[in-house]
């Protein structure tokens, strides 16, 4: 077996060599002419015309020895397959024979007269390429010597005189850099310069987006890169496209949360902080305030930490496990803090971060209920609070289960239980603007909510149902939405305990009354409020005008009534009319559309395409115009929808007036 298969190694290297010639002379064509393309077709053909000679060779390599060598007697198959001890025994046979009689000549007469040279693929080779030379030859030439792409050829060599020189600025610590023109990318406030090498005598100009031309010629024509804009020159356009300073970013580690509750048992406090610049962080500093105490009673300790820099210009990485004694915060504290950010811009961008902050807990006190944001109202001795009222309606919902009540005990323990409720629910109901509520007591009724009526001249309050109320009681408060949302669920939560406990019905009580005490837990959570500080300078009096009557210059009191605002000049408007036909333009609407389309059109891209209409309108392209009207159109947005004011006020004493129903 390994006999019969060196022998057709040995067949299959001379049937290779014999076409080896073909698959390099058939890539010669292709490499002369430079055709990539051509060189890896032929080189595919090559890999399947290898695949099938290789698969020929497997097959008939007996065949072709049997053929050309009398001595093997047809038996070359027993070379690659003998079963039996005789087959064995002729193998040997012809193994001995075939050591004299088949030497390397041998073999290269069988590959002769077994494998072809291939001539007609080589000679489709030559034909291929030839027709692909003559097919691109003419135009190449062509190029050169006809007369109407002579400006084009030339004009390579010519835009190749013209340098474009970038120098940003300083504190970005990009290095300068020159090249052949081309789309660029450059930092905000980039100098930009257009030099000739050898300035013709005839004057060029660079054009520019915007509508500016520059004329470089013995002088270099310089800009300041402001926005992102495309230069013409000889017919072509380059975009500068300008990358905008962007201010630091500030991103708080730890604490996750806006407001951290530490635990009562902590003893550290983790900070982590990371500031990114796209050039340069000049500065970062950690402002944190400790604010104790509760009620009026509240001090602040302002303290500021510089945060280190790092090895990396661009940003700052910094955190700290912070133990509690060195933030000096005790139980019932709190710690409010923010990152304020400086990079190295022109004009220094200055961040600061959200206010975070970490509170300590203080021990749970039983008897402090009322919220620290009324701190001004003293509750009476007489008035029980919502956890005395929740102990009195448990006990009255065990003693109704654990013993017999009469219905007369019953309803007079329910009864007192929802009268402390309803003067709760009082107590806290004035600081929303309420007067008077259902199932008040006879000492806080008004004198108006009884008779009386008759000696006024009848029941009908002629204020409150003609009159015209401009404030509510509910604003006539110092607090907040927020503090206001939390009052109003206390007094709904009492209210709905004080409807149970009247119908004795106390076990349904206890869920509102609940309800009742969170919220008024929630209040006293909010004890402190922590604001910047800010600070306002009022425009100063002018004491040779006070006091005299002068009303010279002095805006009236009276509101004018809101017209519809002109969405598009006239001269746009004038633009995107003619702009429909063929007919000529008003005159200099070039710096008209130019102005709209700068303050219009805020994304960069469409910008400068509207820009480019600009340019091509202006050169006279007539399908150019409806993409010009297009963009001058999209400028205008959509239009304003104007809600107007009646001229006069209808009240209900007016109406009631005009239809006769006088008072």
């Not at 496990?321 to 961008?349: I, K, T």
Request: aromatic share 6%; with cysteine.
């Amino acid at each position: 077996m390994q006999a019969g298969a060196e022998i057709a190694r040995r067949v299959w290297r001379a049937a290779r060599l014999r076409r080896l010639p073909l698959w390099i002379a058939g890539a010669l064509p292709w490499l002369v002419i430079r055709s990539a393309p051509g060189l890896i077709a032929w080189s595919a053909f090559c890999a399947w015309d290898w695949a099938l000679l290789r698969r020929r060779v497997a097959i008939e390599w007996s065949a072709w020895l049997d053929g050309a060598v009398p001595e093997m007697e047809d038996s070359s198959a027993l070379l690659a397959h003998a079963p039996t001890p005789v087959a064995q025994l002729q193998q040997r046979r012809l193994l001995e024979r075939l050591d004299a009689a088949l030497n390397r000549q041998q073999l290269r007469a069988i590959a002769r007269r077994r494998v072809t040279t291939g001539l007609p693929w080589l000679l489709g080779s030559v034909v291929a390429a030839a027709s692909i030379w003559f097919a691109t030859a003419p135009a190449q030439q062509g190029g050169v010597s006809a007369p109407g792409a002579a400006p084009h050829a030339s004009a390579a060599p010519a835009s190749a005189q013209l340098l474009v020189r970038s120098t940003p600025p300083a504190y970005t610590g990009v290095a300068p850099a020159e090249s052949a023109p081309q789309d660029l990318q450059v930092p905000e406030q980039t100098v930009l310069s257009w030099c000739l090498k050898a300035p013709a005598g005839g004057l060029e100009t660079i054009e520019l987006s915007t509508g500016q031309k520059l004329a470089p010629g013995r002088e270099c024509a310089r800009w300041t890169a402001t926005e992102s804009v495309f230069w013409r020159w000889r017919g072509k356009r380059y975009t500068v496209k300008v990358i905008p300073d962007q201010a630091p970013e500030i991103t708080v580690i730890a604490p996750t949360q806006m407001v951290q509750e530490l635990p009562e048992s902590a003893t550290h406090a983790a900070m982590g902080v990371q500031v990114r610049d796209d050039y340069r962080i000049v500065r970062a500093t950690l402002h944190m305030t400790l604010a104790r105490g509760s009620g009026e009673n509240v001090r602040f300790t302002d303290r500021e930490m510089p945060i280190p820099a790092s090895a990396n210009p661009k940003r700052r990485d910094w955190s700290r496990n912070w133990s509690l004694a060195e933030l000096g915060m005790e139980p019932g504290d709190e710690l409010y803090f923010f990152v304020r950010a400086v990079d190295n811009a022109a004009r220094p961008h200055t961040v600061q971060s959200p206010t975070y902050t970490l509170r300590l807990p203080a021990p749970p006190e039983e008897a402090e209920e009322e919220s620290a944001a009324m701190p001004m109202l003293v509750k009476p001795q007489s008035l029980r609070s919502q956890r005395q009222i929740i102990i009195d309606t448990e006990q009255l919902v065990a003693d109704m289960r654990s013993t017999k009540m009469s219905e007369e005990a019953v309803l007079e323990r329910s009864q007192k239980i929802a009268s402390d409720q309803g003067a709760l629910r009082r107590r806290y109901g004035q600081f929303l603007g309420e007067e008077s509520s259902l199932f008040a007591d006879g000492d806080d009724d008004h004198d108006d909510h009884g008779g009386g009526g008759e000696g006024t001249g009848g029941a009908q309050d002629i204020l409150h149902q003609y009159g015209h109320a401009h404030d509510e009681a509910e604003n006539a408060t110092l607090f907040d939405e927020e503090t206001k949302k939390v009052l109003r669920r206390a007094l709904m939560a009492m209210w709905d305990a004080e409807k149970a406990l009247r119908a004795l019905t106390p076990k349904v009580a206890l869920p509102p009354e609940h309800k009742a005490l969170e919220a008024i837990k929630q209040l006293q959570q909010a004890e402190r409020v922590y604001l910047h500080k800010t600070a306002f300078a009022p425009p100063p009096i002018k004491e040779e005008k006070r006091m005299t009557g002068d009303m010279i210059g002095a805006a009236s009191y009276r509101r004018a009534q809101g017209g519809a605002e002109r969405q598009v000049p006239e001269d746009i408007g004038l633009l995107v009319a003619a702009l429909s036909g063929d007919g000529a333009l008003p005159a200099l609407w070039t710096r008209g559309a130019h102005d709209w389309v700068r303050t219009h059109l805020q994304d960069d891209a469409q910008r400068l395409a509207a820009q480019g209409a600009i340019q091509d309108v202006a050169d006279g392209c007539l399908p150019c115009r409806p993409v010009l009207r297009a963009w001058l159109r999209q400028g205008a947005g959509q239009g304003q929808v104007l809600l107007q004011a009646r001229p006069v006020v209808e009240t209900p004493f007016t109406r009631a007036w005009r239809e006769g129903n006088k008072p």
